[in-house]
């Protein structure tokens, strides 16, 4: 079975202009969640997704944004890009909406640089 | 408010060691999940181990321990006999599971260096 597979690998952008990210989670997996990792830092939570419905937000500006798709699939959408977006953007999937004692399963990320 | 706490920045050991990464946790939640993740340099996360906080004994995956210590909100990492491939970044995270368990925390990371 594939596991996580996000797109692009990397993208570089300049300020001000919209990213959209993607992520396919593991075949069976309703869930989506989307991190942020800042270089030195550990994953920061930005949304959570599941069965297309918004389950969690984190604390990011109304600049991001997210949707789920019905074969779960999921996009992340930054607008008016800044110099701080620069980042790992790492998608995880897992089995459920309240994950308990699940580990997610991430993707391998897309690294966005904006310049 | 969920915090966790990671004070080792970077940790070395000899191929074949035991070692122990730290991480402390704090949490108004009475219920939830600790888990460790390992960050190659391709950037994958990859879980590692889970230990809930009701659960009664230590977890351990192969030659992952976890050694929880609930009065003191510590859940440290063992890897027993470590191998070159173990070099990495380790997380600690946690998840409340009473509140949706929809949003794991993370700590700020250990860089561990395997010494052949």
């Known amino acids: 079975d594939a596991g996580v597979t996000q797109s692009p690998t990397h993208l570089i952008k300049t300020r001000g202009q919209h990213v959209t990210l993607r992520c396919s989670p593991i075949?069976?997996?309703?869930?989506v969640s989307w991190y942020q990792q800042v270089l030195g830092q550990g994953p920061q939570f930005i949304f959570q997704?599941?069965?297309?419905?918004?389950?969690g937000r984190g604390n990011f500006p109304d600049r991001f944004s997210a949707r789920q798709f019905p074969n779960y699939s999921s996009e992340l959408n930054v607008n008016a890009l800044l110099l701080g977006d620069s980042a790992l953007y790492l998608c995880a999937s897992s089995t459920t909406r309240s994950q308990g004692a699940d580990g997610y399963t991430f993707g391998s990320g897309t690294r966005l640089t904006v310049v | 408010a969920q915090k966790i706490t990671q004070t080792q920045p970077g940790m070395f050991v000899q191929e074949k060691e035991a070692v122990t990464l730290d991480c402390t946790y704090d949490t108004s939640d009475p219920s939830y999940g600790l888990f460790w993740y390992k960050q190659p340099s391709s950037g994958e996360m990859i879980f590692l181990i889970y230990q809930g906080s009701y659960d009664q004994q230590n977890a351990t995956e192969g030659r992952y321990s976890l050694n929880f210590q609930k009065a003191r909100k510590s859940a440290n990492l063992v890897i027993s006999a470590s191998q070159l491939g173990d070099s990495a970044m380790y997380f600690c995270?946690?998840?409340?599971?009473?509140?949706?368990?929809?949003?794991?925390?993370f700590g700020a990371g250990t860089r561990l260096f395997v010494k052949a």
């Open positions: 997704y599941y069965e297309k419905e918004e389950r």
């Open positions: 995270a946690m998840r409340g599971l009473n509140t949706g368990g929809f949003k794991t925390i």
């Open positions: 075949s069976g997996h309703k869930s």
